[in-house]
């Protein structure tokens, strides 16, 4: 069985647990509802660290840190008011964050993998070699690869740009995965931010994580409804 068919074995689990309301008798992972106090791990499966450092399901992940998942691991997650699903083989940095003229800083930084995110209502930046998404409190979800990153604004207002020519832009404004754009790094190409597919993220997992953060998503979201793709890949 290959990587990506693991974790997506692993992905169906959880999903199908979440679907009948199952989520506690999985290891390491309570119903879905906000995190307690000091708690930012919902759950986490292989090798995941924290700022270098092997996590557990107990390890605070704050502002400022760096967290990596490695083959065949992920980490769900929250920081504050934004919550996370950091899947196999990716590097995210959260920097600290200030505030210059009322627009807060970088939300995080994704260097290499796979993440969805849901942010809290506010302007700030979600960053990838090749692309900056200019985000006001939405779902987004982003892969990153060597010659181009993919996007898609799951529901509400982004502006994404290539991250070398921020004159390259375009608003998505979106409902439902509406318009999922590839960014491309090469400059020669005629057009840098392009159509793409719907790919390797469900409703179901976005209405996980805006449960950690106190929040549901903008549409309901069926209960048990069938996979409809296969692998991470």
Same mark, same amino acid.
């Given at each position: ?15 199908? !647990? %979440?679907? =009948?309301? /199952? ?6 992972? @309570?119903?879905?509802?906000?995190? $307690? ?77 796979? !993440? %969805?995110? =849901?942010? /809290? ?6 960053? @990838?070699?090749?692309?900056?998404? $200019? ?99």
């Amino acid at each position: 069985m290959s990587f990506n068919e693991v974790d997506e074995s692993k992905r169906r689990m959880l999903l199908m !647990a %979440l679907s =009948v309301g /199952a989520l506690a008798a999985l290891p390491g992972c @309570t119903t879905p509802s906000q995190l $307690g106090a000091g708690q930012s791990i919902h759950q986490l499966s292989g090798d995941v660290r924290v700022n270098g450092l092997a996590a557990t399901i107990s390890t605070p992940i704050k502002l400022g840190d760096v967290v990596e998942t490695f083959d065949k691991s992920y980490v769900i997650f929250v920081v504050a008011k934004d919550a996370f699903i950091l899947r196999s083989n990716s590097k995210m940095t959260l920097p600290n964050r200030s505030v210059t003229a009322g627009v807060v800083a970088t939300a995080f930084s994704l260097e290499r993998g796979k !993440a %969805l995110t =849901v942010l /809290a209502s506010r302007r700030t930046d979600i960053s @990838t070699p090749n692309a900056v998404i $200019g985000v006001r409190g939405t779902g987004v979800y982003i892969e990153v690869e060597p010659e181009r990153s993919y996007v898609c604004v799951c529901y509400g207002t982004s502006d994404v740009s290539t991250a070398d020519d921020p004159n390259i832009t375009e608003t998505i404004v979106s409902e439902h995965h509406d318009k999922p754009k590839y960014v491309l790094a090469d400059t020669n190409a005629r057009n840098r931010i392009v159509p793409a597919p719907f790919v390797n993220h469900d409703d179901q997992e976005l209405l996980l994580i805006e449960t950690l953060v106190g929040r549901t998503t903008p549409y309901v979201v069926p209960r048990g409804i069938p996979r409809s793709r296969g692998n991470y890949a």
